[in-house]
């Protein structure tokens, strides 16, 4: 059974330090947000159809259309630095006993990267092992709101797993070549999380099923899988990372990400920008005024549509 998303919700009231004030604020102010007097509280701040209220007891209350995405991409990001909204529930194993059940998480990093390889990692987790990354912290990797934050935390899973995960790595080079000859981003995907699945069941023979989050057309993860993997139930659907494996996997994919995103930047003379855009446009522009550019297929998917810009 798939584990629960966040839900679409329009009002959400949450207990905030005095210093978690100041920083939401301050977040606020930054996104054009108006504020106002609050009696009995700090202040009040309005945007378009959305509204923040933060008394002088600590607690915030934050109600309008915008309400989820203030809280999923600002709130809990950028100052509790953790997942709570929708997620009450999923995390305990009275509400979903199978996330406590041994099984193995796939995720990605990188996919959506114009620079730097595209990295899938698979962990396995038991009851234990469960709790255990419950407890310091772990949750999807994008709701980590710094590479220092998630490199402790990455630590912790290392720890944590004892070797019970394995990670897939495929350069720029190798990925543009892979490219060449599929023409699909989401096969190859599924060709990575199929084989780093294949290689943790080395590692955890035990295994009875895993999770991988949903994408293209049909299950393309299962048709990918090989002997071992094709013996174990295989779960794919949206919002996998609500999972508590495939978050540990997605800490673990990002983990190694950033790693090698250093690497090339080094090699490379200049710091390369995660992400796509107009940042990442400019600094192509530059790549390409220190190296020719034959070399950029080395450090970059090039057939992405930013080279249309180049």
Not at 120 to 127: D, G, K, L, N, P
């Amino acid at each position: 059974m798939p584990t629960k998303a966040p839900q679409k919700v329009t009002s959400h009231v949450v207990k905030l330090t005095p210093e978690q004030i100041a920083q939401f604020r301050a977040k606020l102010e930054s996104s054009g947000w108006t504020f106002s007097e609050l009696a009995y509280g700090h202040w009040k701040a309005q945007k378009e159809h959305t509204s923040v209220a933060a008394y002088h007891s600590g607690k915030v209350v934050i109600q309008g259309s915008g309400t989820q995405d203030l809280v999923l991409y600002v709130l809990e990001p950028e100052v509790l630095h953790e997942a709570r909204l929708g997620y009450e529930g999923v995390w305990s194993e009275q509400e979903n006993p199978q996330m406590f059940e041994p099984h193995a998480g796939i995720d990605e990093s990188g996919k959506g990267d114009f620079f730097g390889p595209l990295v899938i990692a698979c962990a396995f987790t038991a009851r234990e092992t469960a709790q255990k990354l419950l407890e310091v912290g772990v949750k999807d990797s994008k709701m980590i709101s710094s590479d220092q934050a998630m490199f402790a935390i990455a630590r912790q899973i290392h720890a944590i797993l004892q070797g019970r995960f394995c990670i897939i790595t495929i350069s720029p080079a190798t990925l543009n070549q892979l490219y060449g000859k599929i023409g699909n981003l989401n096969r190859i995907l599924a060709w990575g999380h199929a084989r780093a699945l294949e290689n943790l069941l080395e590692k955890a023979p035990d295994c009875p099923r895993a999770i991988s989050d949903q994408f293209g057309q049909g299950n393309l993860v299962h048709r990918a899988l090989m002997e071992r993997g094709s013996k174990i139930m295989l779960d794919e659907h949206p919002k996998a990372e609500a999972d508590i494996a495939v978050a540990a996997a997605s800490i673990l994919a990002r983990e190694k990400y950033v790693q090698e995103m250093k690497k090339l930047s080094s090699e490379a003379g200049l710091l390369l920008p995660k992400g796509a855009g107009p940042k990442v446009t400019e600094t192509a522009k530059e790549f390409l005024k220190l190296h020719p550019r034959t070399e950029l297929t080395n450090y970059a998917k090039t057939f992405f549509k930013t080279m249309d810009s180049l």
